[in-house]
């Protein structure tokens, strides 16, 4: 219905604006309905200004900068309405370190309400995790798991390592 | 309700049986390229009753059924079992009195189907009725999988919205 | 006309077979014309099989080896036509470790031919660069331009700093 | 040939005039998510004569003159110049006795535009030609932009035609 679908709309603008300035640090973002006069049908579109840029459709953001307003939007969604747990496949990948940072910060929080699954390729996020796991294929084809934690390898980069059984 | 298992034998390239015990907090998947681990989440999508084999990146249902490598035969059952926690009081209907529930799900390569909770047979509606109830059904933010984001980046207004509408 | 690109097409489709075999270290891939009686038009599908796996279309692999796959051609495509310069923005980015080391062994046979500008998050490739430019928006967005140079900061991870003017 | 210098001067966030020094082997550019990576390579694209301002991450062509920041105004005029070195005996007609080659675009925010090589006025159709003269014109494989693998991957096997026709 009409009223149902403006009140979860106008919840998940408030929240995404909140969100966005959190991951950016001010800046501003919004949902913009593209046919006002027909709120259950029309197209949406996303529009966000990082701090000192000019607001602009989101498909003329940088890479990093579009990855992480899209975050703000689906972590909004996911605040709105909290699900007990939430599996997130590698959305840290065109993160910078400070975006990650700013991310892992705000996943943090959302852990209160919710469990996490997160696959990622990323040391800073695997530095986060309560609980890491490794999935290898030394047979081709045939995945493993095993339980894995993180050492620092002397050389400037850490690694993954199993862990003791 | 919390996750407390997945357990998966013969779903995609988990050839032998596998357990990921999940805590509360952050569980975090690592591992190289193409080694299984978005195929955790397609096992978790597949045993909550996804029927889509484009969201289950396979072209046909069979195809999640591990399909043998250089040293192992095809198998010709695909079984994930998903064991959630802390749901009394959360579901309405015959399962309401568990304080923990396992869902599993089967198919064998002859196209037959299973679906069973706490070892009863049902059938996938039951599965799907059980995750709306516990506030897991909201399927648009609760899985994000691999290249989702980009999704809805590239999508069309319209199509966003369809994607915003999933979500909220 | 028909020769021109059926010539092409086949001194395309072998390198890739050899760039997916080096990347890969095994398996096999290959370009199929969905239509073979209308070379001149057909749609054209990629196959690949990773080591050990089985041959299916490409978007059916997993991230990482999709991309690696896509690369492959694309580096086969310019193995054939070298031009004088190649500019790359983050292709490495969905690329574990492993694929990053293979990917830049033949990036630098390729640096014989031609000269390479790639754009990276990356520290492996970021280490394997002649060259380093950093961009920085100190001031709100408006980009500057410095050298930088590569340093471990101790805690088990690599910073980029800027270099001594 | 190979490139000896890129100059950018109010081409979209490069307010100020910048110079990026090419050497033989491999160049790397890293920075923060939006800083400006990306501009460098749609600033080379235009210079070579680029007219899709999708390509140009643009609404319109006049979106690449810098369009302001808190602290500063727009500029009107955008400017970028590539200079190539030991272009003698690659390219045909009036500019093939030149060792080193200066290929210069300019925007007016009033809508003119201005092509120069070597300082001497041309058109936008002698630039292209020069850079298919030196092999540089593949655009295909040439530049990849930043999600041109994912554009690849995701083709139709008719739009996937059509890229591999550009590469080779
Ligand atoms: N039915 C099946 N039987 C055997 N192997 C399968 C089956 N279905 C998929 N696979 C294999 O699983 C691999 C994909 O694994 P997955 O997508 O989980 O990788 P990933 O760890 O997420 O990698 P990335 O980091 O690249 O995203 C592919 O190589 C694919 O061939
Ligand atoms: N005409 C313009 N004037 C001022 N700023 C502009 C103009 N056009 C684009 N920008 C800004 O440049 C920034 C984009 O930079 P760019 O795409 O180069 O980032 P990047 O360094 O590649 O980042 P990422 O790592 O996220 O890909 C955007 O924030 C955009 O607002
Ligand atoms: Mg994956
Ligand atoms: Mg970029």
Redesign the pocket.
């Known amino acids: 219905t009409k009223e149902m679908f403006l009140s979860t709309y106008t919840a998940l603008r408030e929240k995404f604006k909140q969100v966005f300035r959190e991951f950016f640090e001010g800046g501003q973002a919004d949902l913009v309905l593209l046919d006002e006069n027909n709120a259950l049908e029309s197209g949406i579109e996303i529009v966000a200004q990082p701090p000192g840029k000019r607001l602009k459709s989101i498909t003329l953001l940088s890479g990093g900068e579009k990855a992480l307003t899209a975050i703000a939007l689906l972590f909004s969604s996911f605040l709105i309405h909290p699900s007990p747990f939430c599996v997130l496949?590698?959305i840290d990948a065109p993160l910078d370190e400070e975006n990650i940072r700013r991310f892992l910060k705000v996943l943090r929080r959302m852990t209160d309400h919710s469990q996490f699954l997160i696959?990622t390729?990323n040391k800073r996020t695997m530095e986060h995790a309560d609980l890491l796991y490794g999935?290898t294929m030394e047979e081709a084809?045939v995945?493993k798991l095993v339980s894995v934690k993180l050492e620092s390898n002397g050389n400037g980069h850490t690694a993954v390592k199993p862990a003791a059984i | 309700m919390y996750l407390k298992k997945l357990e998966m034998l013969g779903?995609?390239?988990f050839?032998e049986s596998m357990v990921v015990t999940f805590q509360p907090g952050i569980t975090a998947i690592v591992?190289?390229?193409?080694?299984?681990?978005?195929?955790?989440?397609?096992a978790i999508l597949w045993v909550l009753g996804e029927q889509s084999t484009k969201s289950l990146?396979?072209d046909r249902m069979e195809?999640?059924?591990?399909?043998?490598?250089e040293t192992r035969r095809?198998l010709n059952l695909?079984e994930a079992i998903l064991t959630v926690g802390d749901v009394s009081g959360e579901i309405a209907g015959q399962f309401g009195d568990f304080e923990e529930i396992a869902i599993s799900r089967r198919l064998f390569r002859t196209g037959e189907s299973e679906y069973l909770i706490n070892k009863i047979p049902c059938r996938l509606k039951d599965i799907r009725d059980l995750l709306i109830d516990t506030g897991a059904g909201h399927k648009g933010h609760t899985i994000i999988e691999?290249g989702k984001v980009d999704q809805l980046l590239n999508a069309s207004p319209l199509e966003r919205r369809e994607l915003i509408e999933e979500t909220a």
């Open positions: 496949d590698e696959i390729h999935v084809g995945s | 779903f995609k390239s050839a591992g190289p390229n193409g080694c299984g681990k978005s195929n955790i989440v397609d990146r396979s195809d999640v059924i591990f399909n043998g490598s095809p695909s691999q």
